[in-house]
């Protein structure tokens, strides 16, 4: 049995049983444009076709074990179990502009063992496939799509670092922003790095027109490698390096992410520092307001004031580098910026 989204599998198969290369498009419209989720319930196909797609594919192999949405109802949160055990979360935020995002997750647990973050505490359970990605995807647009709405935005920000997964992240990317599949645009795409370099030499040639946004947290090395393992291994000279390349090869901005956490990384004269590494720079800093989660609170960590977090704001202007301070989504039920830990 193979995922109905491995496209290269169920077009060999078809090849191999004569069927006419016509009807792979009809199940494509059915399952990205209209979302079936019954291989019986595609009646553009005649039934021989169906009854080869249910015994050789499988629709879906994450089961919705919990979904949760905030008060507010801007924000929910989806615990999937995968077939061998593991539990994974993805979360929709319902912005007041208007637009839909998909938080996704690319890993069960997180190698990158990052202080401030609820996931890493987990530790790395395995890589998800391909098909385990898509059909999050897939059932965040499915949910939006029946409440009369559109899913616009993916971000690989949820659990994992995407990577240290990066081909199963690559044909997930291609699936969501194929035009006769769910047809996102590439720019509505973020792919959110700890900063591994090999990775992101890869991502600006295979998707120049994706946005990248990297987890800086701190301007300078001995902050970030008290807060971010992954410093020891590409510090901040070599990641600001391959940065530099990345920009100089697609023209695109990097969004920078900087989460403030009272006391560690959020002292005045670090946002001189954070100014002067990225002057010059095509850079956004994200400020992300330091969301206590499940595993990290014996660590300590406490959230910047707000006047802090404006501070480095206008020392940032000064530099000419743009910076937005993010607004905390879905804190009442785990889902923000750090929290996903899946107290399963």
């Not at 919705?64 to 989806?78: A, M, W, Y």
């Not at 995002?101 to 996931?119: E, K, R």
């Not at 008290?226 to 100089?248: C, F, G, N, R, W």
Request: aromatic letters at 8%; glycine letters at 6%; one cysteine or more.
């Amino acid at each position: 049995m193979f995922s109905i989204h491995d496209e290269a599998q169920l077009t060999a198969l078809f090849e191999q049983e004569g069927i006419p290369k016509f009807r792979y498009a009809q199940i494509e419209n059915a399952l990205y444009k209209n979302f079936v989720t019954d291989f019986s319930e595609i009646q553009t196909i005649p039934k021989d076709v169906r009854n080869l797609l249910k015994e050789h594919c499988f629709y879906r192999s994450l089961t919705v074990d919990l979904e949760k949405t905030s008060s507010n109802g801007q924000t929910t949160k989806i615990l999937f179990k995968t077939q061998t055990g593991e539990f994974i979360e993805a979360v929709i935020m319902r912005h007041l502009t208007g637009r839909n995002t998909l938080c996704v997750s690319c890993q069960a647990g997180c190698p990158m063992a990052c202080s401030f973050c609820a996931t890493g505490k987990l530790g790395l359970l395995r890589n998800l496939e391909m098909y385990e990605i898509v059909e999050q995807i897939v059932y965040a647009a499915k949910l939006l799509y029946e409440n009369g709405a559109t899913l616009r935005n993916i971000v690989f920000m949820g659990m994992g670092e995407p990577m240290l997964n990066y081909e199963n992240v690559k044909r997930a990317i291609e699936i969501a922003t194929e035009q006769k599949k769910l047809n996102l645009s590439n720019r509505r795409v973020t792919v959110s790095t700890c900063g591994i370099v090999p990775g992101i030499r890869k991502f600006m040639t295979d998707f120049p027109q994706t946005s990248l946004a990297v987890s800086l947290h701190a301007p300078n090395d001995e902050i970030r490698k008290s807060i971010m393992p992954v410093d020891h291994t590409y510090p901040l000279k070599d990641l600001m390096q391959i940065l530099d390349e990345y920009v100089a090869k697609t023209n695109k901005r990097i969004f920078y992410e900087y989460i403030m956490i009272n006391g560690v990384n959020d002292h005045v004269k670090l946002a001189d520092e954070l100014g002067k590494l990225l002057q010059g720079r095509l850079a956004h800093v994200n400020f992300i307001p330091y969301n206590p989660g499940e595993g990290t609170d014996s660590d300590g960590f406490l959230p910047t004031p707000r006047f802090i977090i404006e501070k480095f704001q206008r020392t940032l202007e000064k530099y000419g580098i743009p910076s937005t301070i993010r607004a905390t989504m879905g804190d009442d039920i785990d889902a923000a910026c750090g929290q996903l830990a899946n107290k399963k």
